[in-house]
């Protein structure tokens, strides 16, 4: 679930420059290797939610079968209940972008796009990941969107190695989907994590003077990168429900997100089976 930069109704504010920035809290070789038995359900969840997506299946049965599947492994959803969000997972299909809210009548159809984070809580510690799925047969535009908004993951990735900053991760990301005439969100951003499930620092998904962005990785540092790509426009607006977030022109969609330990030995994916 993404830290939220814009005020409203549920949004984490963004700091002024002036005001006292949250410390980044780096994390132990023993805190790692619980997160990473953390990553490791969130990327089961994944796997059981890939196997269930088809036209005709509902957004609540999804919902439904990420607590079947967390309980499996001790582990419980960290979005249920956060600043009031009603739901385990959240499941946003085609111009939706982020939070959509799983409900009943929400049926998948051929041909749509989905995306779904999984964030949970096992021992103490987070594990967080998004990722978008076909459903069916979908568009090239849409093929092509996923493609783009999961490669600018990987290229981020490959820039989180210590001594580097988090505006080149930043900057990694922007620079490929903008080469292929695509839309970065700048509303919603990545976000340190470990004990809480926003942490310090922010990880903006583009080049920017945000302080945030001078951080230092650090071994012991994770964050939670996730590019938010969309074809028409960046801009974004929140519906009625005060959670679900839609493109502002009603395109297509995606999100990709990995949770990441910086390490002596390069960053490390978190969240893989």
């Known amino acids: 679930m993404n830290m939220f930069r814009r005020q409203n109704s ?34 089961r969840v994944h796997a059981a939610l890939r196997e269930a997506i088809h036209p005709g299946v509902s957004t609540l049965e999804l919902d439904s ?109 922007q620079r490929y989907v903008e080469a292929h005439k695509m839309h970065i969100v700048r509303e919603y951003t990545g976000h340190g994590v470990g004990r809480q499930m926003h942490e310090a620092p922010q990880v903006l998904n583009y080049e920017s003077q945000d302080p945030d962005g001078q951080t230092i990785l650090r071994p012991g540092l994770v964050i939670a990168l996730e590019p938010m790509v969309q074809l028409g426009t960046w801009q974004t607006r929140t519906l009625r429900d005060k959670w679900t977030v839609i493109s502002k022109d009603h395109s297509l969609t995606a999100h990709f997100e990995h949770t990441i330990a910086i390490t002596n030995n390069g960053p490390e994916i978190l969240t893989l089976p």
């Open 65 to 173: 079968l990420a607590v079947e599947t967390m309980s499996k492994y001790n582990a419980t959803s960290c979005f249920l209940g956060y600043r009031g969000f009603p739901a385990h997972i959240c499941a946003s299909i085609n111009e939706e972008l982020v939070h959509g809210i799983p409900k009943a009548d929400r049926v998948l159809q051929e041909g749509d796009i989905i995306s779904i984070d999984v964030g949970v809580r096992y021992r103490g510690f987070i594990g967080d990941s998004a990722w978008t799925y076909a459903v069916g047969g979908i568009s090239p535009d849409a093929q092509e969107l996923m493609r783009v908004t999961e490669q600018g993951l990987y290229e981020g990735i490959d820039q989180a190695h210590v001594g580097k900053r988090i505006v080149d991760v930043s900057r990694a990301v």
């Open 10 to 43: 549920q949004a984490l504010r963004r700091p002024a420059p002036s005001a006292q920035r949250p410390e980044v809290q780096l994390k132990s070789p023993r805190e790692i290797q619980i997160m990473r038995e953390a990553g490791r359900i969130v990327a």
